[in-house]
């Protein structure tokens, strides 16, 4: 089976209707090299792509998703919603506070130390997400380089 039939027979499955556009934006996550993008960026790609599909079609649609379990929003310290594929998979991610950049990680210590934590405080622990705020190697080098020419 190709990938469009996988994915009209997975919205069929959550309940939706697949469209044109709820297609065409879960192609754009299944595609992109970016995991974790906002609606402006889903929109940016659609029209790279010359699809004319509104941004309030996108805001819509990754609402839809987030709803069926499809995408997994997440909202960082600058304040704007990104959303990547929900695969199941429980991760942490890294923010860059110059650039915005997110990456993923996941580390079983830190996971163990979260639970026995839990634990220690009588806590019945239902779910966590952890973010970590810094500069990315890329801005960081930006910003060194800028000093050093001073």
Do not use: W
């Not at 919205?11 to 299944?30: E, Q, V, Y």
């Not at 609606?39 to 079609?57: C, F, K, W």
């Amino acid at each position: 089976m190709n990938d469009q039939v996988n994915d009209q027979t997975e919205l069929k499955n959550m309940g939706l209707k697949a469209t044109f556009p709820r297609l065409k934006i879960l192609d754009i996550f299944r595609k992109s090299e970016a995991r974790h993008l906002s609606a402006e960026d889903v929109y940016r790609l659609l029209i790279n792509e010359n699809v004319d599909i509104g941004l309030a079609t996108v805001y819509r649609v990754l609402t839809q998703f987030e709803q069926a379990g499809i995408l997994t929003r997440s909202q960082f310290d600058n304040g704007k919603a990104v959303f990547e594929l929900d695969d199941g998979d429980h991760h942490d991610h890294l923010v860059c506070s110059v650039c915005g950049k997110v990456d993923e990680f996941t580390d079983p210590e830190i996971e163990k130390r979260q639970y026995k934590i839990a634990k220690d405080y009588n806590f019945n622990l239902e779910s966590h997400s952890m973010v970590l705020y810094g500069t990315c190697a890329d801005c960081d080098a930006r910003h060194s380089s800028k000093n050093h020419l001073k």
